[in-house]
Nanobody, 124 residues
Framework: QVQLVESGGGLVEAGGSLRLSCVAS????????MGWFRQAPGQEREFVAA????????TYADSVKGRFTISRGNARNTVTLQMNNLKPEDTAIYYC?????????????????WGQGTQVTVSS
């Protein structure tokens, strides 16, 4: 069964940090580009960060650049999102996604597989 499972969400004060993890199973993880998206209540899903399948290329939304870091461990089928200096506007459900074309992409419709999401809440 192909699935992505996120973990690591929670409640944190502004300025704090969280580390999200996504474990993939049932697919050849190293062939996929991986991304993180988020969706706040009443808003559309938005791109956060992505990493390519092989050459370490990464890209970030302007709103998180310099605060968030995406990384992957192909040996463990994991992708993580280290989030530092969190702000209340980072509050959202965060989703892990996989893109079989293997290249970074900011467009949600280019991703083939999605996790169930993990809630991140940042208090002011």
């Amino acid at each position: 069964q192909v699935q992505l499972v996120e973990s690591g969400g929670g409640l944190v004060e502004a300025g704090g940090s969280l580390r999200l993890s996504c474990v993939a199973s049932g697919l050849t993880f190293s062939n996929y580009a991986m991304g993180w998206f988020r969706q706040a209540p009443g808003q559309e899903r938005e791109f956060v960060a992505a990493t390519s399948w092989n050459d370490g290329t990464t890209t970030y939304a302007d709103s998180v650049k310099g605060r968030f870091t995406i990384s992957r461990g192909n040996a463990r089928n994991t992708v993580t999102l280290q989030m530092n200096n969190l702000k209340p506007e980072d509050t959202a459900i965060y989703y892990c996604a996989a893109n079989r074309r293997g290249v970074v992409d900011r467009r949600a419709h280019e991703y083939d597989l999605w996790g169930q999401g993990t809630q991140v809440t940042v208090s002011s």
